[in-house]
C-alpha cells in the first residue's frame, strides 16, 4: 500500500441487506477519493449457543473482518441494523474483541464513522448512531458526521442524519435506498476519504 494511500475499512452486520447496500455507498464515496481505498467486511452472527463454530469463510458477501483489518486501516467506517435503538449484537460482539487494540492505542487518532437501517421512521436510529460511536470514541478515534452542508441531510424524508448515514426500510420501495440516502452515505464516504488522507499525512512516521 502506498504511503499516500488511506485505507478505509468499511466492517457491517446486515441481516436482510439493507445495510450491506449503505455499505456499497459509502465505499463508492470513498473510492471517488483520489489516494482512498476501501476495504469491505462483513461480521458473522452470534447464537446463544456460543461454543458453536463459526464457518472460517462467508457462504457470500463481504469476508469476515479480523483484528488485523483493523490494525491495519486508517480510518474505520461501522455499520449495523437497529436494535431497539442500539447495535447489532455481531457488530457489538466484533468490537468488544478490540480490548488489545484498544490497550496498544492501535485507532487512536484515527477517524471513525457509523451508519445504520431501520424499519421505521422512529425506530432508534440516531440512538443507534450514537450508541456506535462509543466504542469508537474509547478507542481515542476522531468521530466523523455529517454537516447540513450536505444538501440532501435538509432535504431527506427518509434516512439520513448529522450522526451518519441511515436508511429507513418503510420509507421506500423494498430493496431500494432513497435517492438521498444514497448520496449521503457516499458523501460519509467521501468525508471519512478526505479526513482519514488528512490524518494520515499528519501521523508521525513509525520509528525504525
Given at each position: 500500500?502506498?504511503?499516500?494511500?488511506?485505507?478505509?475499512?468499511?466492517?457491517?452486520?446486515?441481516?436482510?441487506?439493507?445495510?450491506?447496500?449503505?455499505?456499497?455507498?459509502?465505499?463508492?464515496?470513498?473510492?471517488?477519493?483520489?489516494?482512498?481505498?476501501?476495504?469491505?467486511?462483513?461480521?458473522?452472527?452470534?447464537?446463544?449457543?456460543?461454543?458453536?463454530?463459526?464457518?472460517?469463510?462467508?457462504?457470500?458477501?463481504?469476508?469476515?473482518?479480523?483484528?488485523?483489518?483493523?490494525?491495519?486501516?486508517?480510518?474505520?467506517?461501522?455499520?449495523?441494523?437497529?436494535?431497539?435503538?442500539?447495535?447489532?449484537?455481531?457488530?457489538?460482539?466484533?468490537?468488544?474483541?478490540?480490548g488489545s487494540l484498544w490497550?496498544?492505542?492501535?485507532?487512536?487518532?484515527?477517524?471513525?464513522?457509523?451508519?445504520?437501517?431501520?424499519?421505521?421512521?422512529?425506530?432508534?436510529?440516531?440512538?443507534?448512531?450514537?450508541?456506535?460511536?462509543?466504542?469508537?470514541?474509547?478507542?481515542?478515534?476522531?468521530?466523523?458526521?455529517?454537516?447540513?452542508?450536505?444538501?440532501?441531510?435538509?432535504?431527506?424524508?427518509?434516512?439520513?442524519?448529522?450522526?451518519?448515514s441511515s436508511h429507513v426500510?418503510?420509507?421506500?420501495?423494498?430493496?431500494?435506498?432513497?435517492?438521498?440516502?444514497?448520496?449521503?452515505a457516499r458523501a460519509l464516504?467521501?468525508?471519512?476519504?478526505?479526513?482519514?488522507?488528512?490524518?494520515?499525512?499528519?501521523?508521525?512516521?513509525?520509528?525504525?
Open positions: 500500500m502506498s504511503a499516500t494511500t488511506a485505507q478505509i475499512l468499511v466492517v457491517y452486520y446486515s441481516r436482510t441487506g439493507s445495510v450491506a447496500r449503505l455499505a456499497r455507498q459509502v465505499c463508492r464515496g470513498i473510492e471517488s477519493v483520489s489516494g482512498a481505498a476501501a476495504t469491505l467486511r462483513s461480521v458473522p452472527p452470534v447464537t446463544a449457543e456460543s461454543e458453536r463454530p463459526q464457518r472460517a469463510v462467508p457462504e457470500d458477501g463481504a469476508p469476515w473482518a479480523t483484528l488485523d483489518d483493523l490494525a491495519a486501516c486508517d480510518g474505520l467506517i461501522i455499520g449495523s441494523p437497529t436494535r431497539f435503538g442500539n447495535m447489532a449484537a455481531p457488530l457489538k460482539h466484533f468490537l468488544d474483541q478490540t490497550a496498544q492505542g492501535t485507532l487512536a487518532d484515527k477517524p471513525a464513522a457509523a451508519f445504520t437501517s431501520t424499519q421505521s421512521m422512529h425506530g432508534g436510529q440516531e440512538s443507534t448512531l450514537l450508541s456506535m460511536m462509543l466504542p469508537l470514541l474509547h478507542h481515542g478515534m476522531v468521530y466523523v458526521g455529517l454537516p447540513y452542508t450536505e444538501g440532501e441531510l435538509n432535504t431527506t424524508q427518509s434516512g439520513g442524519t448529522p450522526y451518519g426500510v418503510s420509507a421506500v420501495p423494498e430493496g431500494e435506498l432513497s435517492a438521498e440516502e444514497a448520496a449521503l464516504g467521501r468525508r471519512m476519504a478526505r479526513i482519514g488522507l488528512a490524518l494520515k499525512a499528519a501521523r508521525p512516521a513509525p520509528r525504525g
